[in-house]
């Protein structure tokens, strides 16, 4: 059993810059089990965070990406038939909860707005998981926390979370990083120098002023990570950010040649 | 069987203070094993109430969390595939049926609306419930009770109770307790000072008054108990109220600097 | 086999007060085997009108909760796997026609149009049920009955019956008892004063008249059985309206104490 | 297998009065194995008329009652799992086609308009069912005949046959038989007097004229044979049309007061 | 194994009266193996052709009515249980893949758009069909050739082939045949005289100048051979043509007569 | 185990002519492992590239039609059933992982969008993937690539894929060759002249010039080697166009004049 739990270790120290208080204001939510609502937009370091902090705390971490298909049986279980019969199988928030993991919901607003009910006994003070096909009340292992993720900007009246699931969660807002520290970042990341991260940088500044004017979400750290990568790879940096900065953001004419344009600027 | 049902006894008595006579209403209710419905807002104490209810009456309590996937087998049971053949599995509304226990559907709106038609024969005269899957008519222990909870402000035309459902229950209000028990209970539950607590309350009222007006729902008796938590845990008092009422609750900046505003007056 | 069937035998004979000729039409409608429909307001007393006359007959009765979710596996049967193989397990229809007993289909409009269309072949003179699954062809036994029941005030485009399945049964109004006879019943169920019964008869008359008016449906007879039940264990009864009657009923403010003050005028 | 076919024998010579030359027509089609459409409104008589023709014909009758849940599957067999494996069920479709018996899918329109393609095979002159499941394709018995019923007033956009499946059959108009024909059925089928019987159509015949004016649909000759069993049992002729006639066909309480006053003027 | 295909061949030639060059096209698309795509009116010969070339290049005939509730698995396969466990069964496109049949996929259009994505793979100069849960890249036999029909008439914005896919296909426009070929095909396959066989002929011709104007479709020639079947039965020749040509078309009265009026005009 | 993987080695050199940078792109792209998108109308080479870098990478390559009714264990695998009871079956998105072969997911906007999500955790510096109802976190293979295709012609406000995943691939857009490229494309592959080839890329040109005006797309690079196919098996070219150029794109009389026409002006 240890075997399927030691699989999610994060052994490793995942390379994190802070860029506040939030490693702070994390540990005290985990050292009353607080579950946690991390909030930013796509690709700005929220995963990235919560590994890390799996690895501070030295919890196992299961990362479950979410997704409208995704049942109640998904996260809590279901009965498998082998050789000897059924056999249960838990789900990645019943195995979670029975070993002290902590358990990561990304994007959790993809989910079903309903099915998400399911993780309400495990975020008020009875931290129970009823698994009703086993006939078991999980009651969750003493280290067991929950994490959720949403990007507020994909929000709409149709998919948000409930008042009463808001309000199990703590919340931290996440962000780009500011210049400096993401500069920083996308060197450290892809062994580009200083000065050509610093160019990224510029070009994604560029790219988030344009946000809600023509794009949907300016580019993120991510990309100018892979970026970066290409460039160290020894790609011309003009081609590098075709392809990993504006032909996967945009399908619009004018916005490809706006982005392309703030490129050639900077290289 | 009985071990099932010993995992449900609620052993230990919650903390709950009464804000008028529900206590009574509610014996009395019991007495003549009438059906409940608890109306009121989320994190008010619905769910504590049940479980304060159930111990003092010494009955197990059985919990369900509603969603619109929930299928009336989930409810009744079902058949499982084990060595020897299929074998019948209790949901959770005949295990309480059966045992004798408080069955408690949490927000019971959530449910398809014809799925809760399957609580019926439970909520009249008979007290049975057709397994029809199992041919089999269980009558419903004497000590069994059904109670359900739902939160008025989530109520619309497509998802509400049908009439024929809710004149099947008896019905009790509930609301954020008054400022003293309010501070009272924040103060038990986290072990911080009255005074420090009457803060959170005073931010939690200027919360409610928004309802409506830009929020969905204040802040609930609930959230001030994670912020006085953090607090006990050394967290600066205004960062607190940043991670445990403020972002969980809203994601327009007006509305959020409105609530930082709030915090600030107090601490 | 005979256990199955003997389960559904109303062996007491439950209250029921006729209010016209409706038990002599139905015996006469029995007597031909003519398929049944009752039709009338939630909680007026069709269930018990069909258990009342299932111990007149002495015939078993067999109660199906109609919903949406329902399919005609779930009436008719299906094949079930034990250490055997698969097994026939008869649907609430199927074995109420194998048997001879009164198949009740309760709320029936809540079924999918559809579905309601495999009970046409036990509605007219052919008197069979095919079980195609099983590649059999179910002649019903002489003593079935088909009875079903539905609120017309529910009743939308949406949601209603074929003509070509309504064609198929008889027809009975039933509407909530005249004022002395429904006081006669809640103090017989309750055991309350008749001035007391009557006081909450007073009551409910107030309400069916703002049925349509902010009230979707008046208090039923079920509902004043309810209050006096509380009222009999010692509860205030104007506590006892307001858990029984109001607050089951409205969640409209307005209208709350529109109902209150009508019970501030009776107690 | 001689056993299952023979259950759908249809030994007894159903009453049914010819009202033109439709069986006539109807044997010629058969004679040149033409897939029939039988047209008219529920409860005119086209289930009996096919009852009547495969006893004339001396063939087996296998009738479907259509429905919006059918599947593909549901017509044409599923594998069935046993102690030997799994053990293939024809389908009522493909047991027809095997054994030649006539499959009456009675209201197909319900069905799912891309259902009824299943049968497209077997409607020209290749005769097939391909059995895809099974890996079998199924040559359709010389005897088999495929009949199909719809009633063109519920026909609308969203529910109507596609001319693709039309066009592979011949059709026959159905309607209520002319007066003195209606008569003679009623009085056969109940042990009515002719006089009795005669004011039975004429109130029918009233209600047909108020079709599309406030009643989808008139009275049908089958309501009339339920009305006049129940005043051959005795029941006062009134109560009888109430509750066989009026109360099954209407909410409306103008239209009720109106079909009340038709059954007042003949009795 | 070649027992499975060998029921697939079309042993004896079809009647089958060319129009124009479509006999040589389709070889040379044959040759290629070029997927094809027959588009016409139904009941114009689509099928009977694709039957009388598969009879002609010696190949297995594979058909596959579509239907909107046809999945992926259905064309390609699955895997059954028996007593041995599971059993891979190739569904008819496999079958047809394997093998090297003609696989005809009749009416395409009804089947979900994105199921159609599944013969993508086999379109292409790939000619391959991933078989994902048995884990096998199944290579088309060199004979394999895959044929479409399709309906312009029926065609939508929601159910239209996506260009995607019908890039893919060579097409071959069908209609009616002319006159003289019409008059050919009808006295062929039912025995009448030319002359009355022309008569038939004449009456489809004005139907088909009313579709669009009351008529979804014009009357086809299988309609025509029904109705030339019955001729030959020695069924009065007005009989014939209301049963077999305008019933099956039209519900309403005005457009019936028109037909009706076209068929006095000849017989 | 490697059986399963070789049968998706591309082992012939498929022919592929560049028409930029874009083989070295993907080398670049490739050699950090980063996920990539190809961008481009229906039928102008984005699968033919990719089995081309397969070959020229040296690594298997499964692709995977996407489509709407694809579930995400579709694409992760599923429990199978056999003699011993359940077995593991990978879907293609594991076996790729597992063994290190390039994942092509073709279409993949017809996939939900949610089901995508699937493919995050292989996409990010994890380059995990959650067999869930294994209890399984699979780490990809350091050989493993995703490569997904689009054409952003069909893209919607109900079809596009999230920014959240957009943001974790490089880009690529694609295009018809130009005019020297594409008629040495289709002579290649047909065998016909370049002379008659560079027709029919006139011919092409002068559709594409039509798109948006009548026409959903112009004539891809495919059709064109159909046409050619057909010329060199000696059909009489405007024939071949008619079968393999006009007839699959539109059903539209005055645009298949028009093409026609330009049809004719070449040949």
Known sequence: ????????????EPYYRPVADEVELFEAAYSVRMPMMLKGPTGCGKTRFVEYMANKLGKPLITVACNEDMTASDLVGRFLLD?????????????????????????????RQDTT??????TDNRRVLPLEKKGELLRAHPDFQIVISYNPGYQSLMKDLKQSTKQRFGGLDFNYPERGIETEIVAHETGISLEVAGKLVSIAERSRNLKGHGLDEGLSTRMLIYAGSLIAKGVNPISACRVALVRPVTDDPDMRDALDAAVATFF
């Open 83 to 111: 050789a000897q019969g059924t056999r249960w199988q838990d789900g990645p928030l019943a195995l979670a909860a029975r070993h002290g993991a902590i358990c990561y919901l990304d994007e959790v607003v993809e989910a």
């Open 117 to 122: 009910v399911v993780i309400h006994p495990l």
């Open 1 to 12: 059993m240890n075997d399927i739990i030691d699989q999610y270790r994060v052994t490793q």
